[in-house]
């Protein structure tokens, strides 16, 4: 890849990490209609640390919060708090998606389901539904009455994001809206729980990225973190600001004409 695609696929990676709109949908488009070659390992790992680095940056605040009256108050030293509560929700809500997401990676079913076919179908059936959550009338629970149960099935929900096409935000914000969350609380749940997922995920690639001996190039690597992390900090940004005045309804009817113009790749 020359240096131009290479920085549209970070912009890409960015920005569709954090809306619900499918990532793995949007990657897949420049190999499929423009012939574009994979970008390689260490460009993935790249644009995972850019997002990851994002959302740390944006969330600070909140996860100090988390970290500190978690840490307290597992040792017994600060009381039960809204932070000290949510840093065990995202504990718990990790788990699924960690377990599902080894069985998938050690079977090798991941690459099966890479497909073209899958990303259409998925984009259409889960854009589907999450037009069908924004809909609902009683989108009132705000993140701090937020119930353990709540959070792992949104938990349950972003394992199913290892199906591509799926959107991680997007699966999650739909179980958030279906169980009454407003839609800041849903999303901001959402992206919170992106934090341990793309740590691990970054963490696997690095794995295979010392046991490939894939050479890297600096300069690539550090465009890619850059555009990645700017293009998905100023998403996460807009998309809290504007999200409770615009709805999810714009985003539904992208992944639509999306899923549809895949499916058209698919069968013509």
Known sequence: MDSLQLFILAIIQGITEFLPISSSAHLVLPSQILGWPDQ???FDVALHLGTLTAVL?????????????????????????????????LIWATIPAVVFGGLVSVTG???TMRSTAVIAATTLIFGTLLGVADRRKNLVQPLEKLTLKQAMIMG????LAIIPGTSRSGITM?????MGLTRDAAARFSFLMSIPI?????????????KSGESIHWGELTMGFV??????YLCVHYFLAFINRIGMMPFVIYRLILGFVLLGIVLF
């Open 156 to 159: 349950f929900a972003q394992a």
């Open 109 to 111: 079913a991941d690459e």
């Open 198 to 210: 793309i740590v691990a995920a970054g963490a696997l690639m690095i794995l295979k990225l010392l």
């Open 227 to 232: 555009a990645s992390g700017v293009s998905a």
């Open 57 to 89: 940056i944006y969330f600070r605040n909140d996860l100090r919060a988390i970290i500190q009256d978690w840490c307290l108050n597992t040792v017994g030293k600060g009381p039960k708090t809204v932070h000290s509560r949510q840093g065990w929700f």
């Open 174 to 178: 739909t179980a958030g809206l279906m």
């Open 40 to 42: 390689g390992l260490t």
